[in-house]
């Protein structure tokens, strides 16, 4: 499956995380921006599926629309050092592609 048949069946409010086969984060946001990343869309993905990701809340959450790093999240282990109330999570498509030079 390469990444532009991915793409379109999601819909643009769908929050998506692309990965490169490096594991590095090369896009976090709307379904519906990814076109302004220039990622080339006959990438093969590797695997994809949901991600989550657990942040202490503040008054202001993280805004998809902004570029700057999230705060650190907090492992799973940590979760009983919180209130349910005072944890915020994000959930997104993760979409991990291929390594473009092995064939």
Do not use: C
């Amino acid at each position: 499956m390469t990444l532009g048949e991915l793409l379109e069946k999601t819909t643009g409010s769908d929050r998506i995380v692309i990965l490169n086969a490096a594991r590095q984060v090369i896009y976090r946001g709307y379904a519906a921006s990814v076109e302004h990343a220039r990622i080339n869309e006959q990438r093969k993905v590797e695997r994809f599926g949901i991600g989550m990701e657990t942040y202490r809340k503040t008054d202001v959450m993280w805004d998809w629309s902004r570029t700057e790093p999230l705060a650190e999240q907090i492992p799973v282990e940590q979760f009983t050092q919180f209130e349910v109330g005072q944890l915020e999570h994000i959930l997104y498509i993760r979409i991990e592609l291929a390594n473009e030079f092995m064939r």
